[in-house]
């Protein structure tokens, strides 16, 4: 390894390059976010807000319920996370741990769903939460996704690994299956678990075509699709557009700082998909 | 057993008991574990086996915005054929993955290949390698649109300011694919980052000692050694990229929104996108976008066939993988 990968001057150059590429996007949109509209339309373009000003944040809110699309945002992530993990963990306990008659086919049937596009589920799940009156709730958003074949395959793999010894010993002792689940199964899987919890919260975070497709009020949305409602409706005012996207990104961006590790980790199960 | 029994009647009866109980005991097993089972498969069969044969059974319909849908036979596969715009997304579609997966293939071997030296600043490097799979995406993809826009946008300047002409990049069928698959590389890079990262690790530091020792430099060793044994991960990376800039949508309507009406939209429209247009943005059209979801998840099946087909033939497995 030290032979292969030896630092010198150009792997900095190299790094510091790249870097400032990736991170340049970013950049650009705290810039303008600072900018008012008049700065933003300036040839050649400033790239340093000045003076920098919070107009442009400001006019966020007159233009979209922010506010309200952060806390359905908040609202629908935690559920969406907490839920999936409920329903997930109690089918992959009941096919690792208890391995009930017929695991063999309900995991083919898991790794054939794997492969088939959600996108197809669109029009058929819109007609069904239409019937069952739910299009403009936010439990339209949360309802289809948490019956996750990826969440059940990972759990799966995890639940295999905890000790056979452990649940024997607590079957002893005449603890029920839920119980063991809880007090046993995901204190020792609970890596997998935060994996599924992460993973929830991020795949609700890129979703966007089902947002649009079931929630047409924008009090109903979440900040993804309701970002996308600024492009297009008015003159777009790039400053304000920034600025929105700063605010949406933000606290997303200190989770990630804050939870590193573990987003890293999750991402990289998140390959299996 | 028999000789207990013969010893003390009464064991035969525990035997018994015991037998019996063992039987129920299983069975409560399995209930047990069909009871946990319940809501996830309660929720598949209707949102995906129902869902399923609901979009197929939709597929042979007229369903229009008023009253029941009609039975129309094979109308609306015969329309799909006959649909230059279907032809026209699918070509988009396949446009932005022939360019978008070897991107993210050479730019997640170059930052690979980063993240195994040791510098300094490196836990900075790894956060900005890992943000834009982090973020919103429709905050970077509405960054993208503001740094390409054509009069105002940082890209122009950049290029009038040696000596260029601007460009219209949203408003012309080049500049839309370079822009959908620079944002689909920028979007997507990260985890297969991770996954070929991890794919170096595993190679034995040995094999490059010995090539080393036969006078192979660094680049010959990348190639000869590290890209062979890395095949796996690399198709497993080009599998996924694949896969997933085949179901495009997120990019592509936050970049020319439908609202438009525009000839931009022949630009952008991938199947997802032309999809959710028939469905959902002009009206009736519900039956035949269930035909082009179907001829999606067809077309998505004959190109993970033919990738896989491929692997077998060209990746490497070493004797532990």
């Given at each position: 390894m030290e032979l292969q990968y030896r630092v010198s001057w150009w792997t900095y150059l190299i790094v510091i390059a790249v870097g400032l590429v990736l991170v340049f996007p970013f950049a650009w949109m705290f810039a303008t976010g600072l900018m008012t509209t008049t700065q933003t339309l300036l040839v050649p373009p400033?790239?340093?807000?000045?003076?920098?000003?919070l107009e442009g944040t400001q006019e966020v809110f007159n233009r979209i319920p922010f506010f309200t699309l952060l806390l359905n945002t908040i609202i629908v992530s935690v559920s969406r996370s907490f839920i999936t993990i409920v329903v997930c963990s109690m089918a992959a306990y009941a096919l690792a741990?208890?391995?009930?008659?017929g695991t063999g086919v309900i995991m083919v049937l898991i790794l054939a769903l794997l492969?088939?596009?959600?996108?197809?589920?669109v029009i058929p799940n819109f007609a069904i939460i239409a019937s069952m009156g739910l299009?403009?709730?936010?439990t339209a958003l949360v309802l289809p996704s948490v019956f996750d074949v990826f969440g059940v395959f990972l759990l799966y793999q995890f639940f295999r690994g905890v000790p056979r010894e452990l649940i024997e010993a607590a079957r002893m002792d005449g603890a029920s299956h839920p119980r063991i689940l809880a007090t046993i199964v995901i204190p020792v899987a609970r890596s997998g678990v935060i994996s599924l919890a992460i993973l929830a919260v991020l795949f609700e975070w890129k979703d966007l075509l089902w947002p649009i497709v079931v929630n047409?009020?924008?009090?109903?949305?979440?900040l993804g699709p309701g970002l996308a409602l600024?492009?297009?409706?008015?003159?777009?005012d790039w400053n304000v557009v920034m600025a929105a996207g700063v605010m949406a990104a933000l606290p997303m961006i200190i989770i990630f700082l804050v939870l590193q590790k573990q987003f890293i980790a999750s991402l990289a199960r998140s390959g299996l998909k | 057993m028999n000789q207990v029994g013969r010893k003390n009647p009464a064991g035969v009866l525990t035997g018994v008991r015991r037998v019996f109980a063992r039987r129920t005991l299983a069975q409560r097993e399995a209930i047990a574990g069909y009871l946990l089972l319940l809501p996830f498969l309660g929720g598949l069969a209707v949102f995906r086996f129902y869902g399923f044969f609901y979009n197929v059974w939709l597929s042979f319909m007229d369903a229009g915005a008023f009253g029941a849908p009609k039975f129309t036979g094979l109308d609306n596969y015969r329309k799909l054929i006959s649909d230059s715009q279907v032809w026209l997304s699918l070509g988009n579609t396949l446009k932005f993955a022939a360019i978008a997966v070897p991107g993210v293939v050479v730019v997640s071997l170059l930052l690979a290949v980063l993240m195994q030296y040791r510098f300094r600043g490196e836990s900075v490097f790894r956060a900005i390698v890992f943000l834009p799979a982090v973020c919103l995406p429709t905050a970077l993809i509405l960054v993208f649109a503001w740094m390409f826009q054509?009069?105002?946008?940082v890209v122009n300047a950049a290029i009038q300011a040696i000596g260029g002409d601007p460009v219209s990049w949203l408003g012309s069928s080049a500049g839309v694919t370079t822009v959908v698959s620079l944002l689909v590389i920028y979007l997507s890079f990260s985890v297969p980052t991770i996954i070929l990262y991890a794919g170096m690790q595993d190679i034995s530091p040995d094999l490059y000692e010995a090539a080393t020792l036969d006078g192979a430099g660094p680049i010959n060793r990348f190639f000869t050694i590290t890209l062979p044994l890395l095949s796996p991960s690399l198709f497993f990376v080009i599998i996924t990229t694949a896969i997933g800039t085949l179901k495009l949508f997120d990019v592509v309507y936050v970049l020319?929104?439908?609202?438009?009406?525009?000839?931009?939209l022949n630009y952008a429209f991938t199947l997802v996108y032309y999809y959710f247009y028939v469905g959902?943005?002009?009206?009736?059209?519900r039956g035949y976008a269930a035909a082009i979801s179907l001829f999606l998840l067809l077309i998505i099946m004959v190109v993970s066939g033919i990738l896989l087909r491929m692997q077998r033939r060209l990746v490497h497995y070493g004797e532990d993988g």
């Open positions: 400033n790239v340093i807000p000045s003076p920098p000003t741990v208890i391995k009930v008659p492969m088939v596009p959600g996108d197809v589920f299009t403009n709730t936010l047409r009020s924008a009090e109903k949305l979440t600024l492009r297009g409706t008015y003159i777009t | 054509t009069q105002y946008g020319v929104p439908p609202i438009d009406q525009s000839v931009s959902f943005v002009t009206i009736g059209g």
